[in-house]
């Protein structure tokens, strides 16, 4: 009676590695992939995303000690890291995707990625002008008024840096 039954498992075991193998595999999609969800969108994107704008605050205090003088690095290596970091924050399919995720939404759904990338740019175009010697406030002024929005819906409380400064 034993063997029999012993047998009889092996046979299920077999059949069911079988039919385990021959299955499709469930991959979760790839973050940039993922379809907006119209509520709490900007709680799901905090784990992807946190980490990125907090690389970019750190570049505004880097950016603020070269102000100072207390950084050798030059203006347009500390752009192209904002660049860099901008492009982390969102490609041009990671906005298609969002944008695209938000149109079925009944209510408004904040851009989180559009909206921290746009701070980034402008922020990189503030230093730009740094560079060049022109006191463009504008810009500063875009880039405060994006990052401070970017930060509010990540959660994080705002930076008080002459880069933001409005006046």
Do not use: H
Request: hydrophobic letters at 45%; a positive charge; glycine letters at 4%.
């Amino acid at each position: 009676m034993r063997t029999r039954f012993a047998a009889l498992a092996v046979v299920m075991l077999l059949a069911l590695a079988v039919v385990a193998a021959q299955a499709p595999t469930a991959q979760a999609p790839a973050p940039q992939e993922q379809p907006v969800s119209c509520r709490n969108y900007p709680d799901m994107v905090w784990p992807s995303l946190r980490p990125r704008v907090d690389a970019l605050r750190r570049l505004e205090r880097e950016a603020d000690d070269r102000l100072r003088g207390l950084d050798t690095r030059t203006y347009p290596f500390l752009a192209g890291e904002v660049r860099k970091a901008a492009d982390l924050i969102a490609d041009a399919k990671m906005l298609e995707n969002e944008v695209a995720g938000a149109k079925p939404c009944r209510n408004a759904v904040p851009l989180v990625r559009a909206i921290c990338r746009t701070a980034a740019l402008a922020f990189a175009a503030a230093i730009d002008d740094e560079e060049k010697g022109e006191a463009n406030k504008d810009n500063r002024k875009a880039y405060g008024e994006s990052m401070t929005t970017c930060e509010r819906l990540m959660g994080l409380g705002p930076l008080n840096m002459p880069w933001r400064a409005a006046d």
